[in-house]
């Protein structure tokens, strides 16, 4: 079989790739090739696709060069688009739902369920292709699409049957074995339940760059984001603005367009809001003024920062309903990720801190005193400290613990962080159950004279002072900061030996996604009372220091 000029083959799977003549690029955008996706890993199919693809492509070539613009070669036909695609596979799933008989959940007939999923599932397209081209002829007929056979979005609406069908077989298996109702395995059909209406074919309401970032900001479901987060969306938004214009339909980004920002984020100097040089330029002047004199650029944990956040304003997009998938998911996925800035407390460290911290807080034993310590043994977020109130200490299972809470006043980071940490058999020998019952006498919060006017401000200052604290008393490093002390109890828990599930209670971080994770309601405040207590300081914390504080730490 003869090579067919153009046919390319990227890790598993094939594409026509076609230069496009000089001449004639400002009909395509001013690109200098077309890349089209041929949806196989079959030679043989690819073969056939490439040849479909090169006739489409060499019209459009003749069509330019005599003045005509045409249709560029991953555009849609008028009339259908992925979304209105996407719109009918859910429908198509919600029917095979709605028309499911339920079986006798026999060996049999899992057996049959799981041989179809593995076919489904098989690299090889002769097992799978040939019947859901069938329903794509039959779905485009009944929705009289203007696609025929050996389209892009053709070969798109067979492939997204399939995934209909497997996501089916999913939720059967799951039904079978009890799990928990309404399972998604595909993102794609998030909102198809048999119980709820029917997905509808209407046109979504389109919504751009800018319009969607107003939308953003000024939700009142995002209203707990505090300022610092609320500032890392700036340069994000600002790049993506730069590279896509204000006005592009959040629908047409593509992953492309968010490698451009992230690029556009990587080649930004270091401050560069500083420097009058930078002033009143674009960020692409601003980029290439730093490329030009060999500036300072930005960090890779700020680079990552900033995408990570560029990829969390398209996750909002999706969950609103305005797109169907996030372009800027992954792209740092085959980067290694860098801890160089999360470092715990070394011992020596933590000694330091203790030795200075009566004076801190002098005269007093309160807010300055505690909340260095409560993090030190409980590796609770400093905003979880702070605005405890002494009602958040209480006794559960015959245990005194932490009981964090979200509440109108409250905002707590993740749902992981509803939780119940036992106190530290330490915290109560340096005399924290006296001072919780002198407080207690007055009610309200714990530590009431530690300055702000929320929670957010409350945390903003006593990181400014704690930050202070460390530089200028205790000579600290780079790359401290309170949160080293969840780092740090972090490692006490691993030194200790405990189990993952009892670390995750007690860290706040979410329960994992495997099926067992479902069940239960978690590790009991008695059981993890048990664990902490093996938490000694000659375990976890070896050549920790805290006698010194044991004298006058009672009272306030």
């Known amino acids: 079989m003869a090579k067919i000029a153009g046919l390319v083959r990227k890790k598993s799977a094939y594409y026509y790739v076609r230069r496009i003549p000089e001449e004639i690029r400002q009909f395509f955008g001013g690109r200098q090739q077309i890349v089209i996706a041929l949806k ?3 030679y043989r199919i690819a073969t056939e696709r490439a040849r479909s693809a090169a006739e489409r492509v060499s019209t459009q070539f003749s069509k330019a060069k005599l ?3 045409p249709a560029l070669a991953n555009l849609p036909p008028p009339g259908v688009d992925r979304t209105k695609l996407n719109q009918i596979t859910r429908l198509y799933l919600y029917q095979l739902e709605k028309n499911n008989i339920p079986a006798e959940p026999s060996q049999e007939y899992l057996d049959a369920i799981k041989s179809d999923l593995g076919n489904l599932c098989s690299p090889n397209e002769e097992q799978w292709a040939p019947a859901f081209q069938l329903t794509a002829d039959a779905l485009i007929q009944q929705y009289n699409l203007p696609l025929k056979r050996g389209d892009g979005l053709w070969f798109e609406l ?13 939720r059967e298996l799951d039904r079978i074995g009890q799990a928990k109702y309404g399972t998604v395995h595909d993102r794609l059909f998030d909102s198809v339940h048999v119980h709820e209406p029917a997905p509808t074919l209407e046109a979504e309401n389109s919504i751009t760059i800018s319009e969607l970032v107003e939308r953003f900001k000024n939700d009142p479901t995002r209203a707990d984001l505090t300022v610092s987060a609320g500032k890392k969306y700036i340069i994000p938004f600002a790049a993506l603005q730069a590279i896509v214009g204000p006005d592009r339909q959040v629908g047409d980004i593509k992953r492309r367009d968010c490698s451009e920002v992230h690029e556009l984020i990587a080649g930004l100097p270091s401050n560069y809001n500083k420097y009058a040089r930078y002033r009143e330029k674009t960020l692409k002047q601003i980029a290439l003024l730093a490329k030009t004199d060999g500036a300072k650029l930005l960090s890779a944990g700020s680079i990552e920062v900033y995408v990570h956040h560029l990829s969390a304003f398209f996750k909002y997009a999706r969950t609103k309903g305005f797109i169907d998938s996030n372009p800027a998911e992954g792209l740092l996925s085959n980067r290694s990720r860098s801890f160089s800035n999360r470092k715990p407390f070394s011992i020596e460290q933590l000694n330091q801190i203790l030795v200075r911290l009566p004076e801190w807080d002098a005269p007093h034993r309160r807010g300055r005193f505690w909340v260095p310590l409560i993090g030190i043994f409980t590796g609770m977020r400093l905003g979880e400290i702070v605005w405890l109130s002494v009602d958040d200490i209480r006794i559960v299972d015959g245990v005194t613990v ?3 809470e979200r509440s109108p006043g409250r905002s707590l980071k993740t749902p992981g962080s509803v939780r119940r940490i036992p106190v530290h058999p330490e915290l109560k020998r340096l005399g924290f159950s006296e001072f919780v019952d002198a407080a207690r006498t007055k009610g309200g919060r714990l530590f009431p004279e530690l300055p702000g006017e929320d929670q957010r401000h409350t945390v903003d200052l006593f990181q400014k002072r704690f930050s202070y ?10 790359g401290l900061s309170f949160h080293s002390f969840r780092h740090g109890f972090r490692d006490a828990m691993t030194s200790a030996g405990l189990p993952t599930d009892a670390i995750k209670a007690l860290g706040g971080w979410g329960r994992g996604a495997n099926i067992e994770d479902r069940y239960g309601q978690g590790a009991r405040p008695s059981t993890l009372d048990m664990w902490l207590k093996k938490m000694t300081l000659d375990v976890s914390f070896p050549g920790l220091q805290t006698d010194h504080l044991v004298s006058r730490s009672h009272g306030s």
């Open 67 to 69: 003045g005509i613009a």
């Open 469 to 478: 604290f460390l530089r200028e008393n205790v000579g600290m490093l780079s």
């Open 40 to 42: 196989t890993t079959e």
């Open 402 to 404: 932490f009981a964090l």
């Open 158 to 170: 067979a492939e997204l049957l399939r995934r209909a069908q497997i996501e089916h077989y999913e």
